[in-house]
T-cell receptor, first 113, second 115 residues
Framework: DADVTQTPRNRITKTGKRIMLECSQT?????MYWYRQDPGLGLRLIYY???????NKGEISDGYSVSRQAQAKFSLSLESAIPNQTALYFCATSAPGRGQPQHFGDGTRLSIL | AQSVTQPDIHITVSEGASLELRCNYS??????LFWYVQSPGQGLQLLLK??????LVQGIKGFEAEFKRSQSSFNLRKPSVHWSDAAEYFC?????????????FGKGTKLSVKP
């Protein structure tokens, strides 16, 4: 089984719909991250959480919200989806401390029509 | 501000040829540096990392990278490329300050391999 699991892997939905992307991990890491990947732009950080009670905005948090339900679970929500949120979304985890590598899920490809 | 630049958007090499992917960083102290690879339809996989010590770092899949402080570079190399190396490669630097633990990624270099 994968260490970082994202569901769903693919999703097509309509403008205005509420969408939740889920991430679960078995690595026992405290830190979890949500990124968005667009062609030519690399990965941009949406939100991150250093533990269950800690949630922080990243570079591009507008239009998104998150929930850290447990150490192992971190969900990303789009309250009212818009077409420019069409992208590939990644969840990642890491151990505490500076310089720790991040471990990525396989991504969710989201299309908003 | 911390930043990472990957000057080459797309590189094509022949199978068996050597490879060098460039990465330049902007950072105020000793950086933590990473290279990741993303194969189509998959997440990012860590190739190697540099924290301190020997400036030539060995990674998985036959890759290595050299940290050059004077040039603010951390270039990725492989002596002989295989067709399976075709992927997108990302360089990243570890952030400092209040967001310690976060990574700042470059925009990536896509590698194509010719038969």
């Amino acid at each position: 089984d994968a260490d970082v699991t994202q569901t769903p892997r693919n999703r097509i939905t309509k403008t205005g719909k509420r969408i939740m992307l889920e991430c679960s991990q078995t690595k026992g890491h405290d830190r979890m991250y949500w990124y968005r990947q667009d062609p030519g732009l690399g990965l941009r950080l949406i939100y991150y959480s250093f533990d269950v009670k800690d949630i922080n905005k990243g570079e591009i948090s507008d239009g998104y919200s998150v929930s850290r339900q447990a150490q192992a679970k971190f969900s990303l929500s789009l309250e009212s989806a818009i077409p420019n949120q069409t992208a590939l979304y990644f969840c990642a985890t890491s151990a505490p401390g500076r310089g720790q590598p991040q471990h990525f899920g396989d991504g969710t490809r989201l299309s908003i029509l | 501000a911390q930043s990472v630049t990957q000057p080459d958007i797309h590189i094509t090499v022949s199978e068996g040829a050597s490879l060098e992917l460039r990465c330049n960083y902007s950072y105020g102290a000793t950086p933590y540096l990473f290279w990741y690879v993303q194969s189509p339809g998959q997440g990012l996989q860590l190739l190697l990392k540099y924290f301190s010590g020997d400036t030539l770092v060995q990674g998985i899949k036959g890759f290595e990278a050299e940290f050059k402080r004077s040039q603010s570079s951390f270039n990725l190399r492989k002596p002989s490329v295989h067709w399976s190396d075709a992927a997108e490669y990302f360089c990243a630097v570890g952030a400092y300050g209040g967001s310690q633990g976060n990574l700042i990624f470059g925009k990536g270099t896509k590698l194509s391999v010719k038969p």
